[in-house]
């Protein structure tokens, strides 16, 4: 299933009202000037999405979840690329700690940035809509590139999910940068994926045409 | 509280949500808060009472407008959950474990989790607080003990590496007075010696070497520690390799009786480019490591190529040996740096167990790998490979001259398969055809058949039943004069006892093992070229002389060395080749005298007091003049980049110290070129007549040895001769006169003038006189004995010589006069300048030599008013008292307007 370029055109307007909140909270929070954005934005399958990660090998992703529930569910993702992640902790932290392994205070400070992205996104996605939403808390994961962008393993316990449901993603690749980054045109990349099952994915476009007619 | 149905079941869990170990507090739309667990009574110190019904910001004013009520809005407007993490949102609430006083402890340390839960009417607000005070202080702990080990790892890096420059500098301090034990030991051979000292010389001789090898390797292993080994990048022929491999290794196979083969498969290029050093001491190491664990059979080196290209060859080099063999365990540790197969094993057999490591990085260099397979018993075969480059224009340096030797018959009889199939391989590869056959027996079989007819014989010498010589001696009883092919013998033994055990043996050559192509490809091109070659190759095998020596005669080369014994070494081993030696002692000197003297070379020591080699060439290259002079660099510095650092500074070669003498011939011969001579070969030199009065067939005194010492002067020599004869004539008497009066001021007087004429005694070649006059200078030195058996051995040897030099009555005193005296007139300033500087510098070093240089510099000024002068030289170089002998030079240098 596809999204016109109106859809889609849309979709990112509210995508990027809540990037801008994001960067605000981000700055905010670290003191410190983060800029984010938004240069790319897809519907795709499960195998698209896989190959858009990129990720070499069978190598462990870290990735921020939260999932939500009620009428449209599905799973939100913000997906550090390998080995990239503590690069953006260590940006937006200025924090210098050791690399090798991630400790458990630094998976909460993870979750912590995480937890704020995601929320702008999903506030701004929410928002215009006349569902209800349900949204567990975040949680921190590591896994490989293809479970994590596979909806069944993410166990949504959605009322009517069809078991043979094949998963789509709504996939933003997004840009982290502090302020003397830009300086240097340093970027980090991060991915957010929005992951839904094909019924929600109908009940979304459904939303979303209402939202444009009713602009 | 609202929403429960049933008053049990909200009870209940409201008593679960009491007792959890976290904090829970429940906040409503009007931002109120409904519930504060007994968790959080405990560790705030409010009591639920105080402050239900409150706002957050009413019970802590601390909290308003931060991320904990930004978090709760969320959830309240949106049901949007909040993490809020230790590290960004640090100790949000006043929250104090149970047991601290709040007046004085820290805040815990708190993860809150906010989270909306949808009501009817709207959203409630949920807020989780954890205690992460214990994992706070863990990572802080771990991330101190992280630190400390950093430290530590840095420190013990730091140390390693301290080690690793000590252990590089202290191989390299250490090469510099090795140099000066193998070079001396390497003089003293020249000296008369007995057959025990003889022995004790060449087992220091031995002990010496193999402590360079274990020197050279630590220093090697220190590089590859410190990443300072670097692989060349040269022209260079695989053949050149071998030959140097064998040349090492043979000795050994030699004494162990082992068969030591090359097999070189025909696809392998031998034209490459790559680091020939390295790739040879990989091989040298690989095989001496064979030989040492092989008792019995051979050690056999194939190389074959992997993969060609036009550009570059794998080549795949193995060498399989019939030794001990290793077990799985054994190969495992292998190449690991100070490892050997077994401590047992290092006892029996020694070595530094750094080989193996260091030819496997080598091998990594030449972006190789290294392996080993091996049966416990049978014998092991270790391979590697390397990638080389390969020249451009490649062309097979051994191609048979003329094509009349193509496809020639040859009939090969070597009873050790693996040499024969090897053998075979060789002469297949310059197109001949081939019959192998595995005895002595077999191939007089082959020959004796009327149909057959071979052009070329190949005969191995130790085979059972019927070996080489006597197989050669069945032929040429067979077969008629005109029908006999050519014979070449094949050994694996050393070539001094081939040629004697094969001296009347009717042969037409013969070839030592290993087998290279370039030895085969000499051997074929003596055997079946003219005779001229022939009688050329017999004659080279006997007199391994470094080619091209002979012309050096003559050279004026400046040694510049400030370590004394490194001087003298590399002195006499010049001189001893005829070459005129001129020495300075820093680079300052270096520069004055290359300024004041043609030389033809300069070797140039590296490191000096006040003008190192480097800034001396640079200031002896600034003048157009010495543009081309040869300046070839002798530093024991091995780091790699010195080598580079010499050509920087304009030198045009490096040896290292210490040198093997050869290795110094070899680079002189290569940078002396005998066009550039710029003086005449002096009158009399190495290559020189001998001298007619000078009888050849002394018994007594060694002529050809006193000739080489003094520099083949003949005429000299002659004149030494008389010289002594007349001073020692009643020698004697005196000395048997001064012994019979006693008293410690004759015994003294005696001890002088018999060491004086010991010293002369074993200059002019009497070696016997010069041991017996020695031991009773001895005698007399410790007085710890009775002189008087030690004087009568010497009496009589002085008697012989004496005897002997009555023959020389007949010469032409004033011949010999004037074969020395002649030159005089002509000797303008410089050259007088220069015998002058040099009897000044071998006084300074207080060298024995000084006399010669004094009779010859007397001889010349003969009819020189400063002749007197240098009477009193003479004394004083017979008193030793070089002091006071450089001072009246110094004074006569004076009256001849020449400074020293």
């Known amino acids: 299933m596809e999204l016109d370029e109106l859809e889609q055109d849309a979709l990112k307007e509210f995508f990027n009202m809540g990037l801008g909140m994001a960067a605000d909270s981000l700055s905010r929070m670290v003191k410190k000037e983060i800029l984010l954005s938004l240069p790319q934005l897809a519907v795709v399958d499960h195998r698209d999405a896989v190959a858009l990660v990129d990720n070499k090998g069978n190598e462990q992703l870290v990735a921020v979840r939260q999932i939500f529930l009620g009428d449209l569910c599905g799973t939100a993702l913000l997906i550090f690329p390998g080995g990239k992640s503590l690069e953006l902790v260590r940006t937006l932290l200025g924090d210098d700690v050791p690399l090798e392994t991630l400790t458990e205070l630094e998976q909460d400070t993870l979750l912590d940035v995480g937890n704020v992205i995601l929320n702008a996104f999903l506030s701004s996605f929410t928002q215009m809509m006349t569902i209800e939403f349900e949204f567990e808390a975040a949680e921190f994961l590591k896994a490989d590139c293809n479970s994590l962008l596979d909806i069944s393993a993410h166990k949504l316990s959605c009322p009517k999910a069809d078991k043979i449901d094949n998963s789509q993603a709504f996939f933003l690749m997004m840009d982290f940068k502090t302020a003397e980054d830009e300086l240097k045109h340093n970027s980090l990349r991060g991915y957010v994926v929005l992951l839904f099952s094909e019924q929600a994915m109908i009940k979304l476009k459904q939303e979303i045409a209402r939202i444009i007619s009713g602009l | ?900």
Not at chain 2, 256 to 270: M, V
Not at chain 2, 536 to 562: C, N, P, T, W, Y
Not at chain 2, 603 to 620: K, N
Not at chain 2, 782 to 797: H, I
Request: glycine share 6%; aromatic share 6%.
């Open chain 2, 1 to 900: 509280m609202a929403g429960f149905e049933n008053k049990f079941e909200s009870d209940l869990l409201l008593s679960i949500l009491e007792k959890s170990h976290d904090g829970i507090v429940f906040i409503n739309q009007q931002m109120r808060i409904v519930f504060w667990n007994r968790w959080m009574e405990k560790t705030s110190r409010i009591d639920r009472e105080e402050i239900i019904g409150k706002t957050l910001t009413e019970a802590f004013p601390e909290l308003t407008d931060t991320r904990v009520m930004l978090g709760i809005e969320n959830a309240l407007s949106r049901g949007l959950p909040t993490t809020l993490s230790h590290r960004l949102t640090n100790r949000p609430f006043p929250l104090f474990q149970p047991a601290l006083d709040p007046t004085v402890s820290e805040r815990m340390c708190q993860v809150v989790y906010i989270s909306g839960i949808r009501q009817q009417d709207g959203h409630m607000c949920v807020v989780q607080i954890q205690d992460i005070t214990t994992v706070v202080s863990r990572e802080q702990l771990l991330r101190h003990q992280t630190e400390q080990l950093e430290i530590a790892k840095e420190a013990a890096f730091n140390a390693n590496k301290a080690k690793g420059d000590f252990l590089a500098n202290m191989s390299h301090e250490i090469r510099t007075p090795m140099n000066a034990i193998i070079g001396m030991t390497y003089l003293l051979f020249k000296t008369p010696l007995d057959d025990k000292q003889r022995d004790y010389l060449s087992k220091v001789q031995s002990a010496a070497t193999s402590l360079l090898g274990i020197i050279n390797d630590i220093l090697d292993f220190s590089k590859i520690e410190a990443g300072r080994l670097e692989i060349e990048h040269i022209p260079f022929h695989l053949d050149d390799v071998l030959h140097n491999v064998s040349n090492l290794i043979t000795i050994k196979t030699d004494e162990k009786g082992l068969e030591f083969c090359f097999s070189i498969a025909k696809n392998c290029p031998l034209v490459l480019i790559g680091d020939p050093l390295r790739l040879g001491q990989i091989l040298v190491n690989l095989a001496n490591n064979a030989v040492k664990f092989t008792s019995s059979g051979e050690v056999i080196i194939h190389i074959e190529a992997d993969e060609v290209t036009d550009e570059a060859v794998s080549i795949h080099f193995s060498v399989k040996d019939t030794g001990i063999g290793l077990t799985k365990e054994q190969i495992d540790n292998l190449f690991q740096a100070f490892t050997q197969a077994d401590a047992s094993t290092t006892r029996q057999y020694g070595g530094t167990g750094l080989g193996l490591s260091i030819s496997k990085r080598l091998v990594e260099m030449m972006a190789g790998t290294i392996w080993v397979e091996s049966t416990p018993g049978v014998g092991s075969t270790f391979h590697f490979t390397a990638r080389l480059a390969r020249q451009n224009a490649e062309r097979r340096r051994f191609r048979l001259p003329k094509d009349e030797y193509v496809g020639l018959r040859v009939l090969l009889a070597d009873d050790n398969p693996a040499s024969r199939d090897i053998l075979k391989d060789t002469l297949e590869a310059f197109s001949f055809k081939v019959t192998p056959v595995a005895s002595g027996k077999e191939a007089l079989a082959l020959l004796r058949q009327p149909d057959v007819q071979f052009d070329l014989v190949f005969v191995d010498w130790r085979m059972p039943e019927m070996d080489g010589i006597e197989t050669i001696e069945e032929i040429n009883r067979l077969l008629p004069q005109s029908k006999i092919p050519k014979i070449i013998m094949v050994t694996a033994y050393s070539r001094e006892e081939v040629l004697n055990a094969v001296k009347d043996v009717p042969m037409d050559s013969f070839l030592l093992k290993p087998v290279s192509l370039s030895i085969m490809y000499d051997t074929l091109i003596s055997v079946l070229g003219d005779d001229a070659a022939k009688t050329a190759r017999l004659a080279k095998s006997h007199d391994m002389e470094v080619k091209g020596l002979g012309s050096l005669a003559g050279a004026r080369i400046l040694l510049v060395e400030d370590n004394d014994i490194n001087r003298q070494v590399a002195t006499e081993l010049l001189q001893a080749k005829g070459l005129t030696v001129d020495t300075a002692t820093n680079g300052k000197e270096a520069v004055t005298a290359v300024m004041r003297h043609t030389y033809d070379a300069v070797l140039m020591d590296i490191q000096m007091p006040e003008m190192d080699g480097y800034e001396a060439t640079r200031q002896i290259r600034a003048h157009e003049a010495f543009k081309d002079l040869p300046i070839i660099a002798m530093t024991a510095n091995v780091l790699s980049g010195d080598s580079d650092k010499c050509i920087a500074a304009g030198m045009n070669g490096h040896i290292g110290k210490p040198f093997e003498p050869d290795d110094l011939y070899h680079t002189l011969v290569r940078w002396i070129k005998p066009s550039e001579r710029l003086t005449q070969p002096p009158k009399s030199r190495a290559a020189a007549p001998v001298h007619a009065a000078l009888p050849t067939d002394f018994q007594k005194i060694d002529t050809k040895a006193g000739l080489r010492r003094i520099g083949g002067n003949a005429a000299l020599y002659v004149k030494m001769l008389a010289e002594f004869r007349e001073k020692y004539q009643d020698f004697m008497e005196i000395v048997r006169k001064y012994l019979s009066q006693g008293g410690e001021s004759n015994f003294k007087e005696i001890y002088r003038m018999i060491h004086t004429m010991s010293g002369v005694a074993g200059t002019i070649g009497a070696s016997d006189l010069h041991l017996a006059s020695q031991r009773l200078e001895h005698a007399l030195r410790d007085g710890q004995q009775d002189p008087e058996p030690l004087a009568e051995a010497f009496q009589l040897k002085l008697r012989e010589v004496l005897d002997e030099l009555k023959r020389l009555a007949d010469i032409d005193n004033s011949a010999v006069d004037s074969g020395i005296a002649a030159p005089a007139a002509l000797l303008d300033k410089e050259a007088l300048a220069a015998h002058i500087e040099k009897l000044a510098a071998l006084l300074e070093n207080g060298d024995a030599d000084a006399a010669i240089e004094l009779a010859s510099l007397k001889a010349s000024l003969s009819e020189h008013p400063v002749n007197t002068d240098l009477a009193i030289i003479k004394r004083q170089i017979d008193d030793y008292d070089y002091d006071s002998a450089r001072e009246t030079l110094q004074r006569i240098a004076g009256t001849l307007k020449i400074t020293l």
